[in-house]
């Protein structure tokens, strides 16, 4: 069946630090691949997305491509912000939305 | 003008008590959503819903209902309240159903933190 790992936090850094999240999976055929993010007390929202391989879903300074020869959709931020501190979800779009285990970015000032 | 809203944002009880949570999105999607999110922050779907049609229902408990009277409602409702029932739980909508057939993305409420003591 379809699964998501993803690196398991918590990941502590300073503000202008680069920031990498490892997001791997497995699947059946060619799914979609989101990150979501969850800021404190909220709900998940969408983060960016990519639909197909080699796509790079982009937003909010946030990077993430599709790489279907190592099946994997790592995030990536160049220079992170105190308000970058949230739990970020991969996730995979087959026969449901499957969800990897989270991480936890804290950024400091 | 909240996309979607759900009711109550706290819900503390005690065991054995019959509870609700309510959802209503205004998005105009066709497929709702109920997603158990435990202390370690992992989410967990337990049911979805296409055009009012249960089309995801997961390992849950049989004390967990859902009930959509229409496509901008979706209703959670647990018989006999349990310990380990205490998690967050959230909606969500989305457009296009499951299935692979859509890569619409998932539109989130802000979450139901329901207590069991």
């Known amino acids: 069946g379809n699964s998501v790992t993803q690196m398991e936090g918590p990941v502590t850094l300073s503000e202008e630090a680069f920031l990498t999240i490892n997001c791997t999976y497995t699947a059946t055929g060619y799914p979609s691949l989101f990150w979501y993010v969850q800021y404190p007390g909220e709900g998940l929202q969408l983060l960016l997305k990519?639909?197909?391989?080699?796509d790079k879903g982009s937003n909010k300074g946030f990077e993430a491509t599709y790489r279907k020869e190592t099946t994997s959709f790592h995030l990536e931020k160049g220079s992170v912000q105190v308000s970058d501190s949230a739990v970020y979800f991969c996730?995979?779009?087959?026969?449901?939305?499957?969800f990897g285990a989270g991480t936890t970015v804290t950024v400091r000032a | 003008d909240t996309a979607v809203s759900q009711t109550p944002k706290y819900l503390v009880t005690q065991m054995g008590n019959d509870k609700s949570i309510k959802c209503e999105q205004n998005?105009?999607?066709?497929?709702m959503y109920w997603y158990k999110q435990d202390s370690k922050k992992f989410l967990k779907i337990m049911f979805s819903?296409?055009?009012?049609?249960?089309?995801i229902n997961e390992t849950v408990p049989n004390r967990f209902s859902p009930k959509s009277p229409d496509k901008a409602h979706l209703n959670l409702h647990i018989n006999s309240l349990e310990l380990g029932d205490s998690a967050v739980y959230f909606c969500?909508?989305?457009?296009?159903?499951?299935?692979?057939?859509?890569?619409?993305?998932?539109?989130f409420g802000n979450g139901t933190r329901l207590t069991v003591t």
């Open positions: 969500a909508s989305s457009q296009g159903g499951t299935g692979g057939r859509s890569n619409s993305p998932l539109h």
């Open positions: 819903y296409n055009n009012k049609e249960l089309i």
């Open positions: 998005l105009g999607h066709d497929t």
């Open positions: 990519a639909t197909k391989a080699d």
């Open positions: 996730a995979l779009q087959g026969y449901k939305l499957s």
